[in-house]
């Protein structure tokens, strides 16, 4: 029985069919988002719980906006999600390749790199061929999952050694003499002034003597994360955003150590950096199976939390005593694996609620995961980088990246590895129909589309291209759609 078949209930025997429907459980998350809907908001109360909803998967998408923007790999987690993940991959693919890309070339018309660009757009059309073999197929093995991952690191490899030939050689080009005159630096290459620490402020703002800071104001300011000059000069929305993530940036500051190797002390905050010693470990072992590995019991007496706070609390007290608050430990960079560790917990404990508060909206509106997919996973999963891209181009530095084929290569590949295990090689993709050949073909089109075009115009990205771009997503978007609805069909 479908999960999806509770609407067809009576509204008084909803709360039985989720509870007792196998397809509707989602003990992955911490929440019950379905037995919340339908069993603890009572029916008259319904339109609220979906409207609270709502604003819950907004402020996770904010919470993946802080920490990071790729959770494709936590929808792979469960073959119920497969179609949800895919569909947030193309999605996302072609959303970046059209509207991304398109917005760019009308905001500012430039001329794209012709290596960097054929570089991008022959590994991410790789990328999807593969995937068109696994759809056609209906399931992966190991030997395409290591292709996957294979095809990524070859990517980063060449990315890696075109920068570092590119550096050679043009330090052998500066090196050499030259008999004319240098050309004076265009208004982009003029050195900008620089500021003390990074501050945008200024000179004046450069204290004459420097300030020994004492410990509680140490702590003080690092777990702060508003800044007061840049609060009075920023517009009204920008506050209101800052306040809503000032909660989820106060818990990041707490819990997940980051050492920065471009400043003087490489951010060591002593009374935090001890503090984090104790908050980081137990952030990793609640965000590993939805916190059930925290409260396992060792030999039935201790739970793992509070070994942990018993492990680290002494350690913490130690390098408290044994370090100073203006210089780092020689030992400061391990600090750095832990940070890693911590963000990377982050992200997958709020991408597994996204995935499963998204399948929720599935159930309750009928819709697929796919569709689901394909619109709000894949633009809560791009819009940042819309954002981003825009705003460089209106600021004088246009530049075009399919970020999202990382995406399909990690996405796919980890994601399907992980849901492997040891003893599995081959995962059933419950992902099929003429929905997801639209997604497919419809990135497919766009990537063909870019290359062609762009290489014919000798680079050159012009607001026609665009229009073209943009008017290729609607397209996409509206077959997508009436795909959906039964509107499109597939002959039997």
């Not at 947030?88 to 991304?100: C, E, I, K, M, R």
Request: aromatic letters at 14%.
């Amino acid at each position: 029985v479908q999960c999806q078949e509770v609407g067809k209930v009576n509204v008084s025997l909803r709360c039985e069919f989720i509870r007792s429907t196998p397809d509707c459980s989602d003990s992955d998350g911490y929440i019950s988002y379905l037995d919340g809907a339908f069993c603890i908001f009572p029916p008259p109360l319904f339109a609220l719980a979906i409207f609270l909803y709502a604003l819950w998967l907004l402020y996770l998408f904010i919470i993946l906006a802080v920490t990071a923007e790729k959770f494709a790999v936590a929808a792979f987690s469960d073959s119920r999600t497969a179609g949800l993940a895919i569909g947030a991959l193309f999605g996302a693919g072609v959303f970046v390749t059209t509207v991304v890309a398109g917005g760019i070339a009308l905001v500012k018309p430039f001329t794209a790199a012709s290596r960097p660009f054929l570089r991008d757009i022959v590994f991410y059309i790789a990328a999807i061929f593969l995937t068109f073999y696994v759809l056609y197929q209906g399931y992966v093995t190991l030997p395409v999952v290591l292709v996957y991952l294979l095809m990524y690191v070859a990517y980063v490899l060449v990315v890696v050694l075109s920068a570092w030939i590119y550096q050679r050689m043009r330090h052998r080009s500066l090196a050499a003499p030259s008999l004319s005159e240098p050309d004076l630096l265009t208004d982009s290459e003029e050195p900008s002034e620089s500021t003390p620490h990074g501050s945008e402020f200024g000179d004046e703002y450069r204290p004459l003597i420097a300030v020994q800071h004492g410990t509680c104001q140490i702590l003080l300011e690092s777990l702060n994360p508003v800044d007061a000059r840049k609060w009075r000069q920023k517009p009204w929305h920008w506050k209101i955003l800052k306040v809503a993530k000032f909660p989820i940036e106060v818990l990041l500051r707490i819990s997940v150590p980051v050492v920065d190797p471009d400043k003087e002390d490489l951010n060591w905050q002593r009374p935090l950096n001890c503090i984090q010693l104790i908050t980081s470990p137990l952030l990793c072992v609640f965000c590993l199976n939805s916190g059930k590995y925290a409260l396992y019991l060792i030999q039935g007496t201790m739970p793992i939390w509070a070994l942990l706070v018993i492990i680290g609390t002494p350690l913490a007290v130690i390098i408290f005593f044994t370090t100073k608050n203006n210089q780092p430990p020689k030992y400061y960079f391990l600090f750095s694996f832990l940070g890693f560790i911590a963000s990377a917990l982050w992200i997958s404990a709020a991408a597994t609620e996204i995935v499963n508060l998204l399948r929720t909206f599935g159930v309750v509106f009928r819709l697929s995961n796919t569709v689901l997919g394909l619109t709000l996973l894949a633009w809560g999963n791009s819009i940042g980088d819309f954002v981003s891209d825009l705003t460089l181009a209106r600021q004088g530095y246009p530049r075009m990246a399919f970020s999202a084929c990382f995406d399909v290569l990690i996405g796919v590949g980890l994601g399907c590895l992980l849901q492997m295990g040891p003893s599995k090689t081959v995962l059933q993709l419950d992902a099929h129909g003429l929905l997801m050949w639209i997604l497919a073909g419809g990135l497919g089109i766009s990537l063909v589309f870019s290359l062609v075009f762009v290489t014919v115009q000798c680079f050159h990205l012009r607001r026609v291209y665009g229009i073209a771009l943009l008017v290729l997503y609607v397209v996409f978007l509206i077959v997508a759609l009436l795909t959906e609805f039964g509107i499109i069909k597939e002959e039997s």
